[in-house]
């Protein structure tokens, strides 16, 4: 059985910075893709940034130049965000998607950009 566990959420103020970890246990010779999501209230679920097996990465428009993904090994990924903004305020999931297009996600964890 496939787990994800967010952690590294939390308060910061505007410009301030916060890094995000997500540790993945179970079947994770697999995967393919893994990638960050964030949901404001009111909003969809929204991809961040995605890094293949292979190290690819990509971002969204939003965050490009102030966020990082980044993974080590095989079943721990990164974000590092950088120049928080209050629009950043977020429930970030961590997710993966396995060989076959099986994808998983994490409970979330809250960053919340506030003075």
């Known amino acids: 059985q496939v787990q994800l566990v967010e952690s590294g959420g939390g308060l910061v103020q505007p410009g301030g910075s916060l890094r995000l970890s997500c540790v993945v246990s179970?079947?994770?010779?697999?995967?393919?893709?893994m990638a960050w999501y964030c949901q404001a209230p009111g909003k969809e679920r929204e991809l961040v940034a995605g890094?293949?097996?292979?190290?690819?990465t990509n971002y969204a428009d939003s965050v490009k130049g102030r966020f990082t993904i980044s993974k080590d090994n095989e079943n721990t990924v990164y974000l590092q965000m950088n120049s928080l903004k209050p629009e950043d305020t977020a429930v970030y999931y961590c997710?993966?998607?396995?060989?076959?297009?099986?994808?998983?996600w994490g409970k979330g964890t809250l960053v919340t950009v506030s003075s």
């Open positions: 179970g079947n994770i010779f697999s995967i393919v893709f």
């Open positions: 890094i293949s097996s292979g190290g690819s």
């Open positions: 997710n993966i998607r396995l060989t076959g297009g099986r994808t998983y």
